[in-house]
């Protein structure tokens, strides 16, 4: 939907934190001894939020805005959990266009090389390549693709490539979501509640694998593999050499460990914050660690809430695109039965010179005639010769159209590519919203 302003407003989802939820009942000691590690305050609110370091979508964005709203309101201490624990491929960016007939489509620029093998905490900072396009080849877009090479190359040095590329969204972003604190997800497991959790998992394996399978069979489409109790693994990674797998109990080195997804938010939601904000993905795979860590370690954890919105770019939508496709098919049928025509208006009905000549030709020769055939077949070689290019297929343009509009509903472009006063909006409903839904 489009407002007066010009822009599509974006559509906010928010499910606030249950009102059961008390916070955790991990020891006080414990949890400050975790905040400590993780360079937190360890009196006073923590609220968080995390996401890998890879293109953000407003979707993602809407959680660092609601986390610093919520911050803000109630003098709490921001936090993003920087998801370096993953492989990923963030150099690859999709950059919306609209190609020369108007169709809305996209184009896959590779920024920067990564190893889709290794967590990306592992990998050292990058330096992005130079593109060398000419100027205007994607329009507007191209710019906003500019300002993230440049950021990147300013957040570089000697870090690692998810440190670098987390620093380049928060400055991107830092208008709507300010300067939160950070904390890598891979240091998790050093902290006061790591080493516990840790400890407990060695010593009590069959019954922490029992009920993590146990919890993340209620929902098998979440994505959360079950564990093989019989090979001793564990919800934790072993990323020994140059690939990982799950970790095994019976070869455990802490130097070589990383933790898996609900073990970054159990250790998260148990001593690092007081609330903990999601999207709808990691609303349902945060769901199944509530369960595992209820069912093995008798404990609750602090509560999360759901913050998500959906927000189209301003795109030509589907009506347009129907009507473009409509306007090829009859180009096409008229560039293929008279190519010269095409150099005149498009709205003259008139034929192009040759074939009027033609037409007129066939019509003078006697009907049935010899002649009347001859005219016909060399009218059509004649056509045939002025063709500069073949036809596009119905078929072709039918595909076209179908893949413009999924390219004009989709939700989850880079927030980059979003004029300003989109994201403005965001915020401004988060503010009113979210605050007050939480209070």
Same mark, same amino acid.
Request: charged share 25%; glycine share 8%.
């Given at each position: 939907m489009t407002d007066q302003s010009g822009f599509n407003q974006p559509v906010l989802r928010f499910h606030p934190p249950a009102s059961h939820g008390t916070g955790s009942d991990l020891p006080t000691d414990l949890i400050r001894e975790t905040r400590r590690a993780l360079r937190l305050p360890d009196t006073g609110p923590v609220i968080a939020t995390g996401h890998a370091p890879a293109n953000w979508h407003p979707g993602i964005l809407a959680k660092f805005m609601a986390m610093r709203a919520l911050a803000q309101d109630t003098s709490a201490c921001p936090v993003v959990v920087n998801i370096d624990t993953v492989p990923a491929d963030p150099g690859v960016i999709e950059v919306p266009w609209v190609d020369a007939d108007g169709f809305p489509c996209s184009s896959s620029i590779k920024l920067f090389e990564t190893k889709m093998d290794r967590a990306l905490g592992m990998q050292p900072a990058t330096v992005p390549a130079e593109l060398g396009w000419p100027p205007g080849t994607f329009g507007p877009q191209q710019e906003a693709v500019e300002k993230r090479i440049e950021s990147i190359r300013n957040a570089g040095g000697d870090v690692s490539l998810a440190t670098q590329l987390l620093r380049s969204q928060i400055e991107l972003a830092r208008k709507w979501i300010g300067r939160p604190n950070v904390v890598q997800a891979s240091r998790l497991l050093q902290t006061g509640c790591g080493r516990w959790l840790l400890e407990r998992m060695q010593r009590d394996a069959s019954r922490c694998v029992q009920a993590?399978?146990?919890?993340?069979?209620?929902?098998?489409?979440?994505?959360?593999?079950?564990?093989?109790?019989?090979?001793?693994?564990?919800?934790?990674?072993?990323? #020994?050499?140059?690939?990982?797998?799950?970790?095994? #109990?019976?070869?455990?080195?802490?130097?070589?460990?990383?933790?898996?997804?609900?073990?970054?938010?159990?250790?998260? #939601?148990?001593?690092?914050c007081d609330l903990f904000i999601h999207g709808t993905g990691g609303a349902r795979y945060d769901a199944l660690m509530e369960g595992w860590i209820r069912q093995w370690l008798g404990l609750e954890v602090a509560p999360f809430m759901v913050v998500s919105a959906d927000a189209c770019l301003d795109l030509p939508d589907v009506e347009t695109i129907a009507r473009v496709g409509q306007e090829l098919l009859a180009k096409g049928r008229r560039a293929y039965h008279d190519p010269e025509s095409m150099e005149v208006a498009a709205e003259s009905s008139s034929p192009g010179p040759r074939k009027r000549a033609a037409l007129e030709s066939i019509e003078s020769a006697p009907r049935g005639s010899t002649a009347r055939r001859e005219a016909y077949a060399l009218m059509h070689e004649t056509i045939a010769e002025l063709r500069e290019e073949p036809r596009e297929s119905a078929s072709r343009v039918a595909d076209r159209v179908r893949e413009a509009r999924r390219t004009t509903t989709r939700r989850d472009w880079d927030f980059i590519f979003y004029p300003e006063e989109v994201l403005d909006h965001l915020a401004d409903e988060i503010d009113a919203t979210v605050v007050d839904g939480c209070r």
């Open positions: 993590y399978n146990a919890a993340v069979s209620v929902d098998p489409d979440a994505g959360i593999p079950q564990l093989d109790e019989s090979m001793g693994e564990l919800p934790l990674w072993d990323v #020994r050499g140059e690939g990982r797998r799950t970790a095994r #109990r019976q070869e455990l080195d802490s130097a070589s460990l990383l933790p898996k997804a609900l073990v970054i938010t159990a250790i998260m #939601r148990l001593s690092g």
